[in-house]
């Protein structure tokens, strides 16, 4: 009997805490200036990005998972740039709900296309992000599922969360 393939996840990238321009710059990032941002068409609507060249798409978390944004948006988006920079992302609470839940569900759409596309990804909040701790204590069980969900698509990213912790490594961007 064969045994079903895993569902593809993240290998890539770096979840980076709390974001400053040293700890990107040591993966060859640098936050865009105003100039560089673009707007990006999905299938259904227009982006916003922060960034967009042909290897690179920097772009924010709320204008990534706004409420307008459908999956095929996404699948258009991760067909783009091999290396993604969303930014802004959230500490996930437990009782998230309504809007900000209804965010964490397009986040979780945008990385199973990522991680299908074999994308690199820098996740950048300014507070820790733990999705199993969320997902252990949300009292919602959707809220669970997507938070394990998040946190399996993610857990093979190495992260960064102290700023005195960057080491120079031999990733690069743009």
Same mark, same amino acid.
């Given at each position: 009997?064969? &045994?079903?393939?895993?569902?593809?996840?993240?290998?890539? @990238?770096?979840?980076? #805490?709390?974001?400053?321009?040293?700890?990107? %710059?040591?993966?060859?990032?640098?936050?865009?200036?105003?100039?560089?941002?673009?707007?990006?068409?999905?299938?259904?609507?227009?982006?916003?990005? &922060? *960034?967009?060249?042909?290897?690179?798409?920097?772009?924010?978390?709320?204008?990534?998972?706004?409420?307008? *944004?459908?999956?095929?948006?996404?699948?258009?988006?991760? /067909?783009?740039?091999?290396?993604?920079?969303?930014?802004? #992302?959230? !500490?996930?609470?437990?009782?998230?709900? @309504?809007?900000? $839940? +209804? /965010?964490?569900?397009?986040? /979780?759409? #945008?990385?199973? +296309?990522? $991680? %299908? $596309? &074999?994308? %690199?990804?820098?996740?950048?909040?300014?507070?820790?992000?733990?999705? !199993? /701790? *969320?997902? $252990?204590? !949300?009292?919602? %069980? @959707?809220?669970?599922?997507?938070?394990?969900?998040?946190?399996?698509?993610? !857990?093979?990213? &190495?992260?960064?969360?102290?700023?005195?912790?960057? *080491?120079?490594?031999?990733?690069?961007?743009?």
């Amino acid at each position: 009997m064969d &045994k079903e393939p895993e569902p593809p996840v993240l290998r890539d @990238g770096r979840i980076i #805490v709390p974001g400053t321009a040293r700890q990107l %710059a040591v993966y060859g990032l640098f936050p865009p200036s105003p100039v560089q941002h673009r707007e990006v068409p999905g299938a259904d609507r227009i982006f916003g990005a &922060k *960034a967009r060249e042909p290897e690179l798409l920097w772009i924010s978390f709320d204008e990534l998972c706004a409420t307008d *944004a459908s999956p095929g948006d996404y699948r258009g988006l991760a /067909a783009g740039a091999d290396l993604w920079v969303i930014d802004g #992302v959230p !500490a996930p609470e437990p009782s998230d709900a @309504g809007r900000q $839940a +209804e /965010a964490w569900e397009r986040f /979780a759409e #945008v990385l199973r +296309e990522l $991680a %299908a $596309a &074999k994308v %690199a990804l820098f996740v950048v909040g300014a507070s820790p992000m733990d999705w !199993a /701790a *969320a997902s $252990a204590t !949300a009292p919602d %069980a @959707g809220h669970r599922i997507l938070f394990r969900e998040i946190d399996r698509l993610l !857990a093979q990213l &190495k992260r960064v969360e102290s700023d005195e912790a960057v *080491a120079v490594e031999g990733v690069s961007g743009s």
